[in-house]
């Protein structure tokens, strides 16, 4: 039985998901309310090694159906040995980037058929839904300028890719992406909340933590 709070965040590259992942890891902790921080892809043993292969520049090319089941391979480990264990043992556990990203990314992104995403996304994570999910939404040529100015050199397969293959059927790669974001906050509006990015980094925080709290609260009792 899942005891502890899931909450997940998500957005287009350089739109600040991972500082505010990170600050509300440490707001939790200073309050001290047990909490993991795991980021996707990587998180484990497997997934680190499966995050070099995707993010590798060496890689370019990769069929999408290959990129796609390495998402989803990392995020079984994942969901395996870090999230459903601290779940179980009550803990709130704070995702950089979970299922929403395969969707958006792969989904709607490269045009893989929605249905084939969705069912292995649940195969994948069965019991471990996120029960609450921010999306910091960006405009995407502002997001990748930002993301370029503190881009790892090796790992920066998928930015390079955004801006040399940027229009696909007619529609920024980023911007297929954001739509599908959107998407999903339609359709599950009680767990996905879209947050403007566009502000400074305390000002988005301090909406964060009062959906969070509201959250914890309905949680404790
Ligand atoms: P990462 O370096 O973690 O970037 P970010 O800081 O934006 O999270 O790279 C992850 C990249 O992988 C990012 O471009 C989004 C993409 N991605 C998918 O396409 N599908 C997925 O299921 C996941 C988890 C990530």
Sequence with gaps: MKKGLFITFEGLEGCGKT????M???FLIKQKIPSIYTKEPGGTKIGDKIRKILLDQKNDGMDYKTEMLLF????????RLIILPALEEGKVVISDRFYDSTTAYQGY???IDLKITKHLNNLVVG??????????????????????????????RFEEEF????????KLFLERVRQGYYQLSYEEIERIKIIDANRSKEDIF???IKI??????????
Excluded at 19 to 22: D, E, S
Excluded at 163 to 170: A, E, L, T, V, Y
């Design 72 to 79: 989803l391979a990392s995020r079984a480990e994942n969901v």
């Design 163 to 170: 801006i040399n293959k940027k229009i696909i059927g007619g």
């Design 24 to 26: 509300l890891f440490d």
């Design 212 to 221: 969070v709290n509201k959250k914890l609260a309905y949680l404790v009792n």
């Design 109 to 111: 992104g490269r045009g």
């Design 206 to 208: 301090e909406e964060i």
């Design 127 to 156: 019991k471990a839904i996120p029960d609450l999910t921010f999306i910091l939404d960006i405009d995407p040529y502002e997001g990748l300028r930002r993301s370029a100015s503190f881009g790892n050199s090796r790992e920066m």
């Design 19 to 22: 500082t505010q992942a990170k």
